[in-house]
């Protein structure tokens, strides 16, 4: 397939300074990653259960957030698709739903063999909001292979993923299709349940503005929960740096004098 791009090979990557900060994230929370658990071992080894509680669920969270940005560093470091004349080669995660989790794979593509490309939204819940992604994969017989995912209508400019597509189709000489808006289910259970199926249950325009607005009501209780705790807290110290005294006056009382 010629059609005037001979010997040119673009590469789509992130960028160094993306990859610097992540990569700087990791080493500032890494010591702490690793001292935590030692600090709740510590506690619960005297006997402290009690002082281990808050320790602990403060250190699986931290764990948690670590995950996320370390396997970003790593998609970052290692993400790469490639378009020449003829290929496409993609070195790239696993998808299992938008999280880039290991291992890591390459794949070259001829654009003959690519029988379609698609792109489907798909609504995933993390801590209770739902979130309106878009995937992008190529068709090659009943094998589908993922280029990666956005926020809908929210391209990364180091994977412009919808120019990305529109350039393979073009040079595969295929359509794209949008596929179903879907509901796939939470985010980090599609890191165990892989991929969602072609046959997943699909949302209507009715649905969707409904899960809008049911986000818009999360996030509303969330910043009014953390303004009331906010004011609890200010309201607590006042209170114990003597600012604010609560405690009643005693009644004024006359001294006795000796002899009446």
Do not use: C
């Not at 948690?64 to 970003?72: D, Q, R």
């Not at 080669?89 to 739903?97: D, E, F, Y």
């Amino acid at each position: 397939m010629n059609d005037g791009h001979t010997n040119k090979t673009t590469t789509y990557e992130i960028g160094l300074g993306r990859k610097s900060m992540l990569s700087l994230a990791v080493l500032i929370m890494a010591p702490f990653v690793l001292s935590a658990p030692i600090l709740v071992g510590w506690r619960i080894a005297r006997g402290q259960w009690f002082d281990a509680i808050t320790p602990t669920l403060l250190t699986m969270a931290f764990i948690w957030a670590f995950s996320f940005i370390l396997m970003h560093m790593i998609s970052a470091m290692r993400s790469k698709i490639e378009i020449d004349d003829n290929t496409v080669t993609l070195i790239a995660p696993t998808w299992r739903g938008p999280t880039p989790a290991p291992p890591y794979k390459t794949e070259k593509l001829s654009f003959a063999e690519i029988d379609g490309v698609d792109t489907r939204g798909e609504i995933y819940r993390a801590a209770g909001i739902r979130t309106l992604m878009r995937s992008y994969s190529v068709r090659i017989g009943d094998k589908r292979v993922v280029l990666g995912y956005m926020k809908d209508n929210d391209s990364d400019p180091a994977f412009p993923l919808d120019d990305i597509a529109k350039e393979i189709a073009a040079r595969s000489n295929v359509p794209i299709s949008n596929l179903p808006l879907i509901s796939a289910g939470t985010q980090y259970g599609a890191l165990f349940r892989g991929e969602p199926s072609l046959s997943a249950k699909e949302v209507d325009d009715r649905a969707l503005a409904m899960m809008e607005k049911r986000n818009e009501d999360i996030l509303r209780a969330m910043v009014l929960g953390l303004l009331a705790m906010a004011l609890l807290g200010f309201g607590i110290d006042l209170v114990q740096s003597g600012f604010i005294n609560f405690e009643m006056p005693l009644p004024a009382t006359t001294p006795e004098v000796p002899g009446e």
